[in-house]
Nanobody, 124 residues
């Protein structure tokens, strides 16, 4: 069964840091691109970061450039998102998803398989 599971959400003060993880099962991330999407209160999902395992290409939305870092672990079949310098506008539900089509996905790209999401709240 193809599945993505996020973890690591929580609360942080403005300026703080959090790390999110996305673990894949049922398929190897080596042949995919994975995007992290944020859905704020009353808004749609927007891609904030993406990585393509094939060549390590990454892409960041302007709102998180210089603050967020996305990286992958082939052995662990996981993708992590390190978030620094958090702002209240970073609050929302964060989802990871496969993005782009075969053979290796694309960054940015259209989402296909989604995880269930993990919540991030930034306050203060």
């Amino acid at each position: 069964q193809v599945q993505l599971v996020e973890s690591g959400g929580g609360s942080a003060q403005t300026g703080g840091s959090l790390r999110l993880s996305c673990e894949a099962s049922g398929f190897s991330l080596e042949y995919y691109a994975i995007g992290w999407f944020r859905q704020g209160p009353g808004t749609g999902r927007e891609e904030v970061a993406c990585i393509r395992f094939h060549d390590g290409k990454t892409h960041y939305d302007d709102s998180v450039k210089g603050r967020f870092v996305i990286f992958g672990d082939k052995d662990g079949n996981t993708v992590s998102l390190e978030m620094h310098g958090l702002k209240p506008e970073d609050t929302g539900e964060y989802y990871c998803a496969t993005v782009g089509g075969p053979p290796f996905g694309s960054c940015p790209g259209a989402a296909d398989v989604w995880g269930q999401g993990t919540r991030v709240a930034v306050f203060g």
